[in-house]
C-alpha cells in the first residue's frame, strides 16, 4: 500500500510539474511577443509623428537630403526631415562591410568544416566565437587607433575617416556571425553527398564549390542577412570612424553618416515634443523596419528546399 501511494504522489507531482512548466514556458513566450509587439507599436506611434503631426511627407523624408528639423515645440515650426543621406550612408557602409567580410567568412567556414576539422574546432572556431565577446567600443576604438592613421593622406586632404574605415570596422565585427552560421550550415550537408561526388571523381575542391556549397546555401544566406543586420544597428564603433558628416559619401575615402550614426550623435540635443525628436524617432523606426524586413527574409529562405 505504501509503495502504491508513493507512486501515486510521485505521478501527481510529475503532472503538476510538467503543467507548471508548460504554463511558464508559455508565459514566457506571450511576454516576448507582448514585448516585440509593444515596441513595434510604440516606434510605429513616436515614428509616424513626423508625418501626422508636422505635415511631412514620406516622400521628402526618404529622397531628400536636407536634414534641419527645428526644436520648436508642438510643431509651431517647421524644417526639414531629409534623411537620403543618412539611409544611402548605412547602406553603402553595409554594402562596403559585406564585400570585405563575405570572403574571408566563406573561406573561413570552408576550412573549419572541410579542410581541417579538428583543427577548426579545438583552435580556429573558439577564436572566431571570441569576437563575438569583444564589445564595439573597442573595434571603434581599434579603428581610431589603427585605421585613421592609415588611412589619412594629408596630400588629399583626407583625415582618415570615411566609408572605408566604417566598413573595415563592421567588417571585423560581422566576421564571425556569418563564418559560425555558414559553418553551421556546412557542417549539416550529409556525407553521403561528399562521398558519392568523391565516388565519381572529384578533387576535394570540386566537391566544396560544387556539392558542399549549394547544399549549404540556404545556411550561408542566412549568415549574411544575420551579419547585415548587425552592420546596420551598429552605431558606436562606426560613428567612431566615419566622421558623421552630413553629405553623401563620393567614394570611400569620403566620411559620411547612417541612421545609427545620426540618433547617438542627436538625441540628447532634440527637445522632447519637437520635430527634432519626432524625426530621430523616425530613424529608428525604419532601423526597425529593416530589422524586421531581415528576419522576414531569412524566414522565408529557410523555407526553401535544397534541389
Known amino acids: 500500500m505504501n509503495a502504491l501511494f508513493a507512486r501515486k504522489n510521485a505521478a501527481v507531482r510529475a503532472r503538476v510539474v510538467d503543467r507548471i ?47 534641419n528639423p527645428s526644436q520648436a515645440p508642438q510643431g509651431t515650426q517647421r524644417g526639414q526631415v531629409g534623411a537620403a543621406i543618412y539611409i544611402v550612408g548605412s547602406l553603402y557602409v553595409c554594402a562596403v562591410a559585406l564585400t570585405i567580410a563575405l570572403p574571408f567568412s566563406i573561406g573561413a567556414a570552408v576550412f573549419l568544416t572541410q579542410i581541417a576539422p579538428r583543427i577548426g574546432d579545438k583552435l580556429f572556431r573558439p577564436a572566431v566565437e571570441l569576437f563575438l565577446g569583444i564589445p564595439s567600443v573597442v573595434y571603434g576604438w581599434v579603428g581610431m587607433a589603427v585605421l585613421l592613421p592609415l588611412l ?8 582618415g575617416e570615411s566609408v572605408l574605415a566604417a566598413g573595415i570596422v563592421l567588417a571585423v565585427m560581422v566576421f564571425p556571425t556569418i563564418t559560425t552560421v555558414s559553418a553551421d550550415a556546412m557542417r549539416a550537408v550529409p556525407q553521403e553527398y561528399r562521398m558519392g561526388a568523391y565516388g565519381l571523381g572529384s578533387t576535394r575542391w570540386q566537391v566544396i564549390y560544387r556539392i558542399v556549397l549549394p547544399a549549404a546555401k540556404v545556411g550561408i544566406f542566412t549568415g549574411i542577412i544575420l551579419g547585415l543586420a548587425r552592420a546596420f544597428g551598429e552605431a558606436l564603433a562606426v560613428a567612431m570612424v566615419i566622421g558623421k558628416t552630413k553629405a553623401f559619401a563620393v567614394t570611400i575615402f569620403n566620411g559620411t553618416s547612417t541612421l545609427t550614426t545620426a540618433m547617438t550623435a542627436d538625441m540628447q540635443e532634440a527637445a522632447e515634443g519637437s520635430e527634432f525628436k519626432a524625426a530621430l524617432w523616425t530613424l529608428a523606426l525604419v532601423l526597425f523596419l529593416i530589422s524586421m524586413l531581415c528576419i522576414f527574409l531569412i524566414h522565408l529562405i529557410s523555407r526553401r528546399r535544397v534541389p
Open 21 to 67: 512548466a508548460t504554463y511558464a514556458v508559455l508565459i514566457c513566450g506571450v511576454s516576448l511577443i507582448a514585448i516585440t509587439v509593444t515596441i513595434a507599436a510604440f516606434l510605429l506611434v513616436q515614428g509616424s509623428a513626423t508625418f501626422t503631426v508636422f505635415g511631412h511627407s514620406i516622400r521628402e523624408f526618404m529622397t531628400s537630403d536636407q536634414f
Open 152 to 159: 589619412k593622406d594629408e596630400n588629399a586632404g583626407r583625415t
